[in-house]
């Protein structure tokens, strides 16, 4: 695996190219200056991840990827939330396939943001539940606006988060509270997140939030890119092992869970609480 | 794995039916309003765990999940000690099949309780050594009066704690701390524990102790019960799975070492300072 | 395995012989009062790992366990600096098979260290970064004198630490800290190092620091030391095993990438940096 990395990593020369490019649902811009690239969720209100956002997503993480850009801030053109998660819109009231169709797509925006070889950091500028702290967690680096929520809720949906869906949560909390967090569903103010080590800093604007994630990457200027990839995938290759074991399986628990009546009747409960949190 | 966890937890249905029952030296109370068991260790003056109190443990421990009861709460009937552990003289000066008894019915108690899918909680009311700090670590949360100790102090016996034995005390404290404490027989003073991590909250009676257990169980009560129960599971299936690959294997080496002379002598040097301390 | 282990460590009988002796670069003291030994890194100017300082560390370290010694204090010779880790000079524009001697040895002495039975605490009287962290990572306590340096700064030099070599490191920070501490190669302070758990305590002068550590192996003296030895070892048994089954392949992979012409080149940049802070 080593050598075949080294390659990949090795291959991806070629001339700089900064540009700014916008797919259906996700931006990306390239900062000239430190060549940071800035990933956008753009699908408003609350960027909530259909198949759409999530093919999206993928999308910009590849071109970022390909671009020699220095690192990745994932970040939300939304006011108040990161992201809301799973669209359960998309998950309620629908067929197999499309369960089948929306997991797969998040597992792919998943390993594609976490196994990164570019540092990443996410730039939380509004709450983050569920698939939201997914992706969040999925990044090295967290800085968060006050006052927000964030956290994997999916207990509280009847939902079962899967060990590769923890993964980074895990990464990042003692397992004493991240057991804890995940049975009660518990999501964390930023102040919690902070003192729990789920988040890294806290920020009081999108603009400062930019900036210290920013200043995180600035962090590995004198780091050996290479190095600093291969040790990177080196801490999430065992978590990454497992879940391309399980993936396929995955899909198909998935499928059967969020099928279930029980399950369907969560989601709908949940969607009305949304509903009246976004009207306040 | 899932399936079948999904049909058992399914299955436990019928009308609800609150009673208080006892065995030989375990009791159990359910809150008719809370719906919260409360499981009590009676074998004074230690609650030395001898082979009965730990058939009486899982036999309740069994009885609570079949009652459907919210959540399950461990505590003492003594005065001062949660638990001092193994009855050491059940074990001293005996024949092997004695042995390999108490020790196999250690393993069943705990994996009954370190694997029960109902939320769980200690209130410590008194010293934790040893099998007392095994069963307090296999619950979720632990509360615990001041100026007690709790800690895996084998080594001070010249036992060796199997890994199955510090799995809860490994899923709560650092593994620096962990590795530590065990190497030195260390016993924590609440204060000390609850700086760890190793209890999560101090109570001055065993009724205030009683009553941030129930809080913590309170704590699931917006959260899907089965979403709950496979959450915990799957944080846990990795120790369970290992412990039953091991748990065979473990009763000989257990009886081995505990059958040696060196290992005897210390059994009879910790049984006079127990008398000592006991006397105090 | 647990048999074979207990048949080593009893066959470790005989009278015991307090002794101190000297090899090449490294010296062993064992205080007759304490019968704690003193192993002392003797490479002037900054401990730099060559192939005969790593093997004569294995030699004292095998000397030490062999002559009935309560425990083992690590510690330099050198004023300011604990062990400046593996010496680049001799990886600086050589062959191959110098490349792997050097590699071996390295893995060597940390097995032999990590692995090791006694109670072992490291007295890090100067800065310890890299190879010097590995060692003092190795020990089961820390005691670090103000204002030095210590971390595995691999990836500032292009090299990629292995799984093995971040073991005792993961062992004892969280894996947060860790995985950014190893993607940015950084060196912590020794107040940092204290408040994130890397080291345990401060001391104002290197007599201190030995003090601390002899009074860390202390802590073990009501103990049984058989069961002390094999809880420890149960503790690092699995990496110990991961290493094993990867040491050959990995020697390979080390060959590999350090004859890499960009690596040779920032072992040279890395060289220049070191002589000029030397000069400060």
Redesign the interface.
């Given at each position: 695996m080593?050598h075949s990395n080294l390659l990949r990593l090795v291959a991806r020369g070629g001339p700089k190219r900064w540009m700014s490019t916008t797919t259906k649902l996700t931006s990306v811009e390239v900062n000239d200056k430190t060549g940071i690239a800035t990933l956008t969720l753009n699908r408003p209100p609350v960027n909530s991840q259909n198949v759409q956002l999530l093919v999206d997503l993928q999308s910009s993480i590849g071109e970022i990827e390909s671009n020699k850009s220095r690192g990745l801030i994932l970040t939300s053109a939304c006011s108040n939330v990161f992201s809301a998660g799973l669209d359960i819109l998309e998950m309620y009231n629908t067929d197999e396939e499309r369960l089948r169709t929306i997991w797969t797509e998040l597992q792919n925006a998943w390993i594609a943001l976490y196994g990164s070889s570019l540092?990443t950091a996410a730039a939380i500028n509004g709450h983050a539940p569920a698939g939201g702290c997914l992706l969040a967690t999925a990044c090295?680096?967290r800085v968060m606006l006050p006052k927000r929520l964030i956290g994997l809720n999916?207990?509280?949906?009847?939902?079962?988060?899967?060990?590769w869906l923890m993964s980074g949560f895990?990464?990042?909390?003692?397992?004493?509270v991240?057991?804890?967090a995940?049975?009660?569903?518990r999501l964390f103010t930023t102040e919690e997140a902070l003192a729990e080590?789920l988040v890294d800093e806290i920020a009081n604007t999108k603009e400062e939030a930019l900036e210290k994630c920013a200043a995180f990457i600035g962090?590995?200027t004198?780091?050996?890119p290479?190095?600093?990839s291969?040790?990177?995938l080196?801490?999430r290759a065992e978590n990454i092992k497992e879940f391309e074991k399980i993936r396929k399986k995955d899909v198909e628990?998935f499928v059967a869970l969020a099928s279930r009546p029980?399950?369907q009747k969560?989601m709908g409960i949940y969607l009305e609480n949304l509903k009246k949190k976004s009207k306040k």
């Open positions: 080593l540092p090295e680096y999916e207990t509280q949906l009847g939902i079962i988060a899967p060990k895990l990464n990042v909390l003692p397992q004493r991240a057991e804890r995940l049975t009660q569903g080590g962090s590995f004198k780091v050996n290479l190095a600093r291969l040790t990177k080196q801490f628990d029980e399950v969560g």
